[in-house]
Structure formats: structure tokens, C-alpha cells
């Protein structure tokens, strides 16, 4: 379309000119019903990812937790059963030592044997406080 229009006083003529253009729609409508479809796999394969992942965090978190109720039965019988047990054999064996009806060699197997025990009930307790931690750690990122 061509249109001008007359000026008033000094001012100089203005003219207009309009064009059109057709898009071919079907072509740019394909393209964007493609995109759409190809964000909606992408966040679907997010989506199965996560819980790829959420599922094996809580897997870990399970394994971590039967693993903590095990070193705490161990050090719960190493406390109540082993080592009172070991603690009246070291008495027995120094008790027998010192009234010459025993052998030093047998108290100080008797007082290692109680020590070994106590320092294996030691280590189960640091294990129970790091797994502790690592589950409680898992906790906060899931």
C-alpha cells in the first residue's frame, strides 16, 4: 500500500509505503511442536535421573542403618559379655599369681587378652560414631 500526505507550511511531504509478507506457519509450527516435544523427553529423563538417584541414596542410607544396628549388637556384647568376662580372668590369674599357685605368663596373657579386648570395643564404638555421620550425612543431601 502507497499513501502520502500534504504537509502544512514548510514542512516537506510524507510519504508511506506498506508491504506484507506471509510466513509459511507450517513449517515454524513443526519446528516448535518438535522443540516442545524433545523438552518434554529431556525433562522426563531429568525427572528418572533424580530418582535414579534418590533411589540409590536411600538404598545406601538402608545399608548404612543395618550396618549401624550390627556394630551396635557387637559393642553392646563386647561391653555386657566379653570383657567383664576377660576382667574376672585377669583377676583370677593375678589372684592365682600372687597366692604362688599361678604363672605371670598366664596373668599377662590374662591382662592382654583384657586390653586387646577393650581396644577392639574402642574401635567398634569409632565405628558406630562414623557411620553415624555418614548416614546423617547422606541425610542432608537427600
Known amino acids: 500500500r502507497y499513501d502520502h500526505m500534504f504537509a502544512f507550511g514548510q514542512q516537506p511531504q510524507q510519504f508511506t ?5 506471509n510466513i509459511p506457519m507450517s513449517w515454524s ?7 516442545i516435544h524433545s523438552f518434554q523427553i529431556k525433562n ?7 530418582q535414579m538417584v534418590l533411589n540409590e541414596a536411600s538404598g545406601m542410607i538402608k545399608a ?14 563386647s561391653e555386657n559379655s566379653i570383657i567383664p568376662a ?3 580372668n585377669y583377676e583370677t590369674a593375678l589372684l592365682a599369681w600372687q597366692n604362688n599357685t599361678g604363672d605371670l605368663f598366664q596373668v599377662q ?12 570395643t574402642l574401635d567398634k564404638l569409632q565405628r558406630i560414631l ?11 543431601i537427600k
Not at 522426563?44 to 533424580?50: D, G, P, V
Open 17 to 21: 509505503l506498506m508491504g506484507m509478507v
Open 29 to 35: 509450527t513443526k519446528m516448535n511442536k518438535a522443540n
Open 44 to 50: 522426563e529423563s531429568l525427572y528418572w535421573q533424580k
Open 64 to 77: 548404612m542403618k543395618t550396618e549401624l544396628s550390627f556394630l551396635k549388637d557387637q559393642y553392646r556384647i
Open 86 to 88: 576377660l576382667r574376672k
Open 109 to 120: 596373657d590374662a591382662w592382654e587378652s583384657l586390653n586387646m579386648a577393650q581396644l577392639d
Open 130 to 140: 562414623v557411620t553415624q555421620v555418614e548416614i546423617e550425612k547422606q541425610m542432608e
